[in-house]
């Protein structure tokens, strides 16, 4: 995705304006690297430019509607899209980290059971620019800080809006553009195997994650709709691709939900699954939803890792970070203060 592709309408201004070629550069290092949110700022554009584009191409393609502080320092940020659609981007601080997880669609069709993005259903894609926004909108609210890691897991399945997140990924990734180096890029998919081959295929060193959440078909197909179209044997085919193409780690993500995933009989069987030694199991506890699913304790948690790893899984267990503002895993549904969706997704 070129600089006119990612901004189509500065691309139409410049054109009926007929501007010098080297405008277009311009104006995509003014909002990738010095991230102007007003054409005002680009201080190196004509007057006359500035006010052309502020009439057809707005420098900021997303509204930043509220910004929502937990006690652990985590950042929530609700956006509206121009067509009125609201998204969520969460900031989460960990030592010298400071990590964004971005959404890349309104909503997400893909159903898992435990998800509150799942239940809002799917409005649209985002388009590239309004992913990548997302990023820069943090990046200027936390300066001097700087945002250290990108990940792509907030609202939406980004292997269903395939070539507008790589676009952003691209400019996120672009020297000329953002310029965060790819392996601290990663991206999460409930599992499409033809997109996980794709995506190891392409030349940047960008992660992957695969939401796993159970070894056994039957229960999989249970809680995430997805397995239904592709079985874990299929799966691990696609991460054993990923792994022999990339030779980089690949993670699994596995939200435990008290009762239904977090038994020995789980690890066992992880273990048996989990067979390569660029294979790490993530761990996370269930965050609420209102979706029926509870939490596994944390103690049975620390088990359940403790056993992963004596079964010789590299195995992590993140913690939650922001739940008290809904901001962790599986909890963005863009809601207003009242608890409901900001704008209705029927
Ligand atoms: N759609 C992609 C990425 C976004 S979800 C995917 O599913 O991978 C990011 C991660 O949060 C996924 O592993 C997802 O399964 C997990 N998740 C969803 N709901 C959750 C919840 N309520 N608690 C904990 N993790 C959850
Ligand atoms: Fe979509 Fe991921 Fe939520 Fe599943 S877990 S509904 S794929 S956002």
Redesign the pocket.
Same mark, same amino acid.
């Given at each position: 995705m070129n600089a006119a592709e990612f901004l189509p309408d500065v691309q139409a201004v410049l054109e009926e304006r007929n501007e010098p070629s080297y405008r277009m550069r311009q104006i995509y290092r003014a909002l990738t690297g010095s991230l102007v949110r007003d054409w005002e700022e680009a201080t190196n554009l004509p007057r006359g430019l500035q006010a052309a584009l502020s009439e057809g191409a707005p420098a900021a393609a997303l509204t930043l509607e509220r910004v929502s502080l937990a006690t652990d320092g985590t950042r929530k940020y609700l956006f509206y899209t121009s067509d009125g659609h609201a998204i969520e981007t969460v900031m989460i601080p960990e030592k010298a980290r400071r990590t964004v997880c971005i959404s890349t669609q309104v909503g997400?069709a $893909?159903g898992?059971t435990?998800?509150?993005?799942g239940l809002l259903g799917i409005k649209r894609n985002l388009k590239a620019r309004e992913i990548a926004e997302q990023v820069f909108v943090c990046a200027r609210d936390i300066a001097p800080e700087r945002v250290s890691n990108v990940v792509? $897991?907030?609202m939406?399945?980004?292997m269903l809006n395939y070539d507008a997140t790589l676009g952003a990924l691209r400019v996120l990734n672009d020297p000329d553009g953002f310029g965060l180096a790819a392996r601290h890029i990663a991206v999460?998919?409930?599992g499409l195997v033809e997109k996980i081959r794709r995506f190891a295929d392409e030349p940047e060193q960008f992660h992957l994650?695969i939401?796993l959440?159970t070894p056994f078909e039957d229960e999989r197909r249970g809680i995430m709709p997805v397995a239904a179209h592709h079985t874990i044997p299929e799966l691990m085919d696609a991460a054993r691709y990923f792994v022999a193409r990339t030779r980089r780690k690949l993670f699994f993500?596995y939200?435990l939900l008290a009762g239904v995933n977090d038994q020995p009989r789980h690890v066992e069987a992880l273990a048996e699954l989990l067979d390569h030694p660029l294979y790490h199991l993530n761990l996370?506890r269930?965050?609420w939803?209102d979706t029926g699913f509870s939490a596994t304790s944390k103690a049975d948690a620390r088990r359940f890792l403790e056993y992963a790893r004596e079964l010789g899984l590299s195995a992590t267990l993140r913690p939650s970070r922001g739940q008290d503002i809904d901001a962790?895993?599986?909890?963005l549904a863009a809601k207003d203060l009242r608890g409901r969706p900001a704008i209705p997704m029927a």
């Open positions: 997400c $893909m898992c435990f998800c509150a993005t792509v $897991m907030g939406g399945e980004p999460s998919t409930s994650a939401s959440h993500e939200t996370l269930f965050n939803t962790a895993c599986g909890q």
